[in-house]
């Protein structure tokens, strides 16, 4: 391993490149100097350090006890910034990548009496690898999985050979159904008291979920965010003080303060720069944060003891961070 900034950074290399569906490849990476790669659980997400300099984080697609490689699933973005459209033009099969250790922000409850995964377009990648870990242990579960088309719908070949004999896996096309969204709120009705939710998938979808389980018990929903849901905190006006090492950085207007610190010359681990991947996650020692991020529960960001000064800013003039 090496560092790249303050990140522990691991070298792999691209074994393959599939295509999946359309506009979504994924990539097989193994890696190099070393036997095996960190072991990781399902829901869990690595980031690429791409050769244009941007790191992004991508969700693991493969069984959690594969340790001799890593699988990400990878759709074309016609807004990219930058880091999809890289990967589908520039990434070839034989290339060396430099990739951050698993992290899981969308972690699998195992022992729950039932889960059902809800998953939409790109959303299916984490979905895939729970639910494989999901069948391996033999426990219940089922799967609703809208796309826009079944030419777009990434493992659904797989997904419906992992369990041909009953009617778990609930396939949903736009272009089928006249458009109609999946009923989220008839889903979640029909459920056990007991069951788990986690879904996985674009903006809307993810609106809906959280409005359908709005009153089930926290623990028991799960949602992973590809993009941010609230625009980032850049107002700036307030102080930052490193605790480690008693030095004081302002964050002006229009800066967010991570933007701050870099350009004072100071590494802070950083990927998504939305508050979805929780790569920046920072302890917070004095002063209360404005949270925006999608990672931390409604109980954490109220706690206030950590944020992601990538997209957060603050509600005093002053914060003390562990840094």
Known sequence: ??????????????????????????????????????????????????????????????????????CVAVQMDPASRGGSRFIHETVRAGDILRIGPPRNNFALVE?????????GGIGITPIW????????????WELFYAARSRPRAAFLDEILALDPDTRRVHPHFDDESGGAFLDLEAIVRSASPTTHFYCCGPLPMLAAFEKATAALPAETVHVEYFTAKRPVEAAGGFDVVLSRSGRTVFVPEHTTI??????????????????????CETTVLEGIPDHRDVVLSARERAGNRTMMICCSGSKTGRLVLDL
Do not use: W
């Not at 690898?129 to 219940?140: D, H, I, S, V, Y």
């Open 129 to 140: 690898c729970m639910l494989r870990r999901l069948a391996a242990l033999g426990r219940p």
């Open 1 to 70: 391993m090496s560092m790249s900034g303050n990140i522990e950074t691991i070298e792999v290399l691209v074994k393959s490149i599939t295509y999946e569906a359309e506009d979504v490849v994924s990539l097989d990476l193994r890696p190099r100097g070393a036997p095996t790669l960190p072991a990781f659980t399902a829901g869990a997400h690595i980031e690429l350090h791409l050769r244009n300099g941007l790191p992004r984080s991508y969700s693991l697609a493969n069984p959690q006890h594969e340790r001799y490689r890593y």
């Open 111 to 119: 022992a729950a009496e039932r889960s059902v995964l809800i998953a």
């Open 258 to 279: 991570l933007d701050a610190l870099l350009a004072a010359g100071i590494a802070a681990g950083h990927s998504c720069l939305e508050g979805v991947c929780g790569t």
